[in-house]
Each structure stands twice: as structure tokens, then as C-alpha cells.
């Protein structure tokens, strides 16, 4: 069984910087796309950073230039630096693996999902 464990959340003023990880474990697929995705109140779920197994990556227009992702295979781990935080930032951040290909498809193909950190930004 996949398990997704993410940590790092919390609140930080508004230009400020959080790194949330994501550590997975029970699998051993060699092709898979992994990403973070972002639920603020009131709104749908929508996909922040992406990146697949061979390293590609895709950002939300939102946060490109200030957020990176990132991965340690050794430690499998996911990594997301957000750096100039923005209120807007705010948002329950989830983790999540697809695990049919090493593309990265919409969320709603992703098999196995954390349980989400929190993220707050203050102005």
C-alpha cells in the first residue's frame, strides 16, 4: 500500500518561505509522476507543481518563479520550496502519486493522495 506523508506547512508572513515534503512509501514503480496540489476554502483543488520520473517538471502560471519541486529518489521524497509567499498562497497543500506512466496527468488520474498540510500566509 502507497502511503503519502506530508509535513511543513504552518504560517509565515506574507514574502516569506516554507518548504513542504512529502515522503512516500510502498512502492517501487520506476515510471510515475508525482506533484503537489492546493485547496483553499471555498475552492476546487487545482494543481500546483508537477514532476515525473525522469524529472520533468510543470508549474502552475501562479507560482511560477517563486515555487520549485523537487525530488530524492534515495529518500523517496517530494519537495516543494515556496519562496515570496502570498496570501493567496494560502491553501491545504496534498501530495500525490500517479502511478501509470511516467507523464504527468490531470488530478483526477493521480492514485494515491496524502492527507495535506497546511499553509497559511498573512499580510
Known amino acids: 500500500q502507497v502511503q503519502l506523508v506530508e509535513s511543513g506547512g504552518g504560517s509565515v508572513q506574507a514574502g516569506g518561505s516554507l518548504r513542504l515534503s512529502c515522503a512516500a512509501s510502498?512502492?517501487?514503480?520506476?515510471?510515475?509522476?508525482m506533484g503537489w496540489f492546493r485547496q483553499a476554502p471555498g475552492k476546487g483543488r487545482g494543481e500546483v507543481a508537477v514532476?515525473?520520473?525522469?524529472?520533468?517538471?510543470r508549474y502552475a502560471d501562479s507560482v511560477k518563479g517563486r515555487f520549485t519541486i523537487s525530488q530524492d529518489n534515495a529518500k523517496n521524497t517530494l519537495y516543494l520550496q515556496m519562496n515570496s509567499l502570498k496570501p493567496e498562497d494560502t491553501a491545504m497543500y496534498y501530495c500525490?502519486?500517479?502511478?501509470?506512466?511516467?507523464?504527468?496527468?490531470?488530478?483526477?488520474?493521480?492514485?494515491?493522495w496524502g492527507q495535506g498540510t497546511q499553509v497559511t500566509v498573512s499580510s
Open positions: 500525490a502519486i500517479f502511478i501509470g506512466g511516467s507523464w504527468c496527468p490531470p488530478q483526477n488520474y493521480y492514485n494515491y
Open positions: 514532476i515525473d520520473s525522469a524529472d520533468g517538471t
Open positions: 510502498g512502492y517501487t514503480y520506476s515510471r510515475y509522476c
